[in-house]
């Protein structure tokens, strides 16, 4: 059995829609620990420290202006085989290609605005969840 760690990110138009809670239940529903939540406003600089791995795209500009056009709710999940399951109950980057049932495919508008955010490796869950939580803020559930 492999516990992993996985950052999830409630973007700025699920938060803006209202759908936080709704988007949480599920992912707790999906078996997932919640390790650390909460809700921040990400700044220009902050966004780009974040998503600086895709410094240089053609999606980087628009991708850390809307991160920092309103709140947003990071949260450090744990789980058995958390990246992969994670990513299987989000659903595809972009919207039309997600499964149904998926976050993605019941809520998001398009793949620039596709509410939510997960970590794409267990070394990057570890790495993306120490940029937004400290080690005190990370809850251990039994």
Do not use: Q, W
């Not at 056009?69 to 789980?79: Q, R």
């Not at 989000?90 to 793949?111: E, F, H, M, Q």
């Not at 939510?116 to 400290?134: K, L, Q, V, W, Y």
């Amino acid at each position: 059995m492999v516990i992993e760690r996985t950052l999830a990110i409630l973007k700025p138009d699920c938060v803006r829609k209202k759908l936080t809670g709704e988007v949480i239940a599920r992912i707790e529903k999906a078996g997932f620990k919640i390790l650390g939540l909460k809700k921040i406003r990400l700044t220009k600089e902050t966004a780009g420290g974040f998503y600086a791995v895709h410094k240089g795209r053609p999606f980087y500009d628009g991708l850390v202006e809307f991160m920092s056009s309103g709140p947003c709710v990071p949260i450090a999940l744990e789980k058995e085989n958390a990246v992969t399951d994670f990513r299987t109950l989000i659903g595809a980057t972009d919207p039309k290609d997600a499964a149904v049932g998926t976050i993605r495919k019941l809520y998001a508008d398009n793949k620039g605005e596709n509410i939510i955010h997960g970590s794409d490796s267990a070394e990057n869950g570890r790495i993306e969840i120490n940029f937004f939580f400290c080690t005190r803020e990370l809850i251990e559930t039994g």
